[in-house]
């Protein structure tokens, strides 16, 4: 493999710990440091929301302006610092009118209706600031639709200063596609040629993950298997056979793990630490949830938890159908999480009339940490699921997987094979009530009845490890191949 350090801008909506929704924010922390550790050159850039203190930040002096087409000139703050434990520098785009709001996306569930001009502006400002600090890029990577413009602006209006450098748009999500009013093409300034069939248009509007796929030298998404539902109708959201047009260049790299930030052994958040070699310290991250939560006190019931996104994707839809049949067993179940609302009325409603069942609507990291630590088991039955962070951080804390068969928990759970006491994890294949429900009561009655199993998956599960350092290679190779496209 080539040895040739790259400069790379790295731009992304969200980015841990400075703001973060759900997992690109973890990756948009984590995949930069390790292609650092490989020797290339990284700088990060994401916009400058309102809950980003400021004061903690360093302000560059000079203002950024920004070319809005029909808008005119927009000018931007730029504050800087760096990435928790590593010199990869991170540049915050300060922008009072666009991103000075509570959301990042959205409002009480409802988009941002101007969030076309929002991170059309982020991308042109992630460009424009390259030129100011005279960082000329061997690669821009995008991620979602936020930045999918830049692979086409950077061969159009910025072509003076980025002619040379290859693009590479990573898909976390394929849902989310950024489809907006047409006129939104007089703000990229990218020319109206590109409002096509094969680039950004879609059904007389714009999409601006459509058109990124076709621009972009390559693209990746977020493991092997979703690389290949995103093909066909089930997962496409209306672009599988755009994707299956351009199938050569895409590639699946799975996510990894930042091990520093999910481990029982290190995770300042816990009651008590722990790790395979001592599994005490689970047990009492358990008591202390069931004491947090109010629920009877007992090792011997299973604790099931959950952690996400209240959103369809999730399935949420079938925990709710078949929540009152898994109470009936004789488990605990936690949750955390916030999205749509019939979900947080829905589930508090549940908590109310079930005792052995808790919540809590919200978004907090703590939470997160000592849900996964004193839970025996996660839930995670996803109608898609493009990697999906939460069930690896699951294997490493000992809290065994339900996951449904989609994206990356098909990648990374192994399903429990009775016969030959193997697995690290609990698997089911049809998006219905049914198989979820038949696949909980197995993974109870293993926890039951065979603890001798459950805790050598636990020990198993504990033991692998998703490394940022693989992932960052074969992101070296992705980047390796775009240049060569560029370069032929
Ligand atoms: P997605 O990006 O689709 O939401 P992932 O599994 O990749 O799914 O990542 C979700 C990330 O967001 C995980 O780090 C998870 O712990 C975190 N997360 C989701 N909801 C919450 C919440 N309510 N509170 C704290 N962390 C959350
Ligand atoms: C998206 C996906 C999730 C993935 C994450 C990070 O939000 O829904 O599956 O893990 O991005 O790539």
């Given at each position: 493999?080539?040895?040739?350090?790259?400069?790379?801008?790295?731009?992304?909506?969200?980015?841990?710990?400075?703001?973060?929704?759900?997992?690109?924010?973890?990756?948009?922390?984590?995949?930069?440091?390790?292609?650092?550790?490989?020797?290339?050159?990284?700088?990060?850039?994401?916009?400058?929301?309102?809950?980003?203190?400021?004061?903690?930040?360093?302000?560059?002096?000079?203002?950024?302006?920004?070319?809005?087409?029909?808008?005119?000139?927009?000018?931007?703050?730029v504050y800087?610092?760096?990435?928790?434990?590593?010199?990869v520098?991170?540049?915050?785009?300060?922008?009072?009118?666009?991103?000075?709001?509570?959301?990042?996306?959205?409002?009480?569930?409802?988009?941002?209706?101007?969030?076309?001009?929002?991170?059309?502006?982020?991308?042109?400002?992630?460009?424009?600031?390259?030129?100011?600090?005279?960082?000329?890029?061997?690669?821009?990577?995008?991620?979602?639709?936020?930045?999918?413009?830049?692979?086409?602006?950077?061969?159009?209006?910025?072509?003076?200063?980025?002619?040379?450098?290859?693009?590479?748009?990573?898909?976390?999500?394929?849902?989310?596609?950024?489809?907006?009013?047409?006129?939104?093409?007089?703000?990229?300034?990218?020319?109206w040629?590109h409002?096509?069939?094969?680039e950004?248009?879609?059904?007389?509007?714009?999409?601006?993950?459509?058109?990124?796929?076709?621009?972009?030298?390559a693209?990746?998404?977020?493991?092997?298997?979703?690389?290949?539902e995103?093909?066909?109708?089930?997962?496409g959201?209306?672009l599988?056979?755009?994707?299956?047009?351009?199938?050569?260049?895409?590639?699946?790299?799975?996510?990894?793990?930042?091990?520093?930030?999910?481990?029982?052994?290190?995770?300042?958040?816990?009651?008590?630490?722990?790790?395979?070699?001592?599994?005490?310290?689970?047990?009492?991250?358990?008591?202390?949830?069931?004491?947090?939560?109010?629920?009877?006190?007992?090792?011997?019931?299973?604790?099931?938890?959950?952690?996400?996104?209240?959103?369809?994707?999730?399935?949420?839809?079938?925990?709710?159908?078949?929540?009152?049949?898994?109470?009936?067993?004789?488990?605990?179940?936690?949750?955390?999480?916030?999205?749509?609302?019939?979900?947080?009325?829905?589930?508090?409603?549940?908590?109310?009339?079930?005792?052995?069942?808790?919540?809590?609507?919200?978004?907090?990291?703590?939470?997160?940490?000592k849900?996964?630590?004193?839970?025996?088991?996660?839930?995670?039955?996803?109608?898609?699921?493009?990697?999906?962070?939460?069930?690896?951080?699951?294997?490493r804390?000992?809290?065994?997987?339900?996951?449904?068969?989609?994206?990356?928990?098909?990648?990374?759970?192994?399903?429990?094979?009775?016969?030959?006491?193997?697995?690290?994890?609990?698997?089911?294949?049809?998006?219905?009530?049914?198989?979820?429900?038949?696949?909980?009561?197995?993974?109870?009655?293993?926890?039951?009845?065979?603890?001798?199993?459950?805790?050598?998956?636990?020990?198993?599960?504990?033991?692998?490890?998703?490394?940022?350092?693989?992932?960052?290679k074969?992101?070296?190779?992705?980047?390796?191949?775009?240049?060569?496209?560029?370069?032929?």
């Amino acid at each position: 493999m080539s040895k040739e350090k790259l400069k790379i801008l790295f731009a992304a909506a969200e980015v841990v710990p400075f703001a973060k929704t759900g997992g690109l924010a973890d990756v948009s922390g984590a995949l930069p440091k390790a292609l650092k550790e490989l020797g290339h050159e990284i700088i990060v850039v994401m916009p400058r929301y309102y809950k980003i203190d400021r004061r903690k930040l360093k302000k560059l002096e000079a203002p950024l302006g920004v070319p809005m087409g029909i808008m005119g000139e927009l000018w931007a703050g730029v504050y800087m610092s760096s990435l928790p434990q590593s010199d990869v520098p991170i540049y915050f785009i300060d922008y009072e009118e666009y991103f000075g709001r509570h959301g990042l996306y959205e409002d009480e569930n409802d988009g941002y209706s101007d969030n076309d001009n929002r991170f059309v502006f982020f991308s042109k400002a992630a460009l424009q600031l390259c030129k100011m600090l005279q960082f000329t890029p061997d690669i821009i990577h995008a991620n979602d639709w936020h930045t999918a413009a830049m692979p086409l602006l950077s061969q159009t209006r910025f072509k003076h200063d980025f002619a040379h450098a290859a693009s590479v748009l990573t898909i976390h999500n394929l849902q989310h596609q950024g489809n907006f009013y047409k006129g939104i093409m007089d703000v990229l300034e990218v020319g109206w040629e590109h409002f096509n069939p094969h680039e950004f248009e879609s059904f007389d509007r714009v999409n601006l993950l459509k058109g990124a796929i076709e621009q972009a030298d390559a693209v990746t998404t977020v493991s092997k298997k979703y690389a290949e539902e995103i093909q066909t109708q089930e997962f496409g959201f209306g672009l599988e056979h755009h994707i299956q047009a351009h199938a050569e260049k895409l590639f699946g790299i799975l996510n990894g793990v930042d091990y520093e930030e999910w481990n029982p052994s290190l995770d300042k958040f816990l009651a008590q630490k722990y790790d395979f070699d001592d599994m005490a310290g689970k047990l009492e991250c358990k008591r202390d949830m069931q004491k947090h939560f109010n629920l009877e006190m007992r090792d011997d019931v299973p604790l099931i938890g959950f952690v996400g996104r209240f959103a369809e994707q999730k399935g949420i839809g079938l925990i709710a159908g078949i929540i009152d049949n898994i109470l009936d067993l004789d488990v605990q179940i936690i949750m955390l999480g916030t999205g749509e609302k019939w979900a947080e009325s829905f589930f508090s409603n549940v908590a109310k009339k079930r005792e052995n069942f808790a919540l809590h609507v919200g978004y907090s990291d703590a939470l997160a940490h000592k849900i996964e630590a004193g839970s025996d088991m996660f839930l995670m039955p996803s109608l898609f699921e493009p990697c999906g962070l939460n069930q690896i951080y699951s294997l490493r804390y000992g809290t065994l997987p339900i996951v449904r068969a989609a994206g990356g928990l098909d990648d990374t759970i192994v399903n429990f094979d009775e016969a030959h006491e193997h697995g690290n994890g609990f698997k089911f294949y049809e998006a219905s009530q049914e198989a979820f429900y038949y696949t909980v009561l197995w993974a109870v009655n293993i926890y039951t009845h065979d603890k001798e199993s459950f805790e050598k998956m636990q020990l198993l599960a504990m033991q692998q490890h998703f490394s940022w350092s693989d992932a960052a290679k074969s992101y070296e190779e992705v980047y390796q191949y775009a240049l060569s496209k560029k370069r032929i």
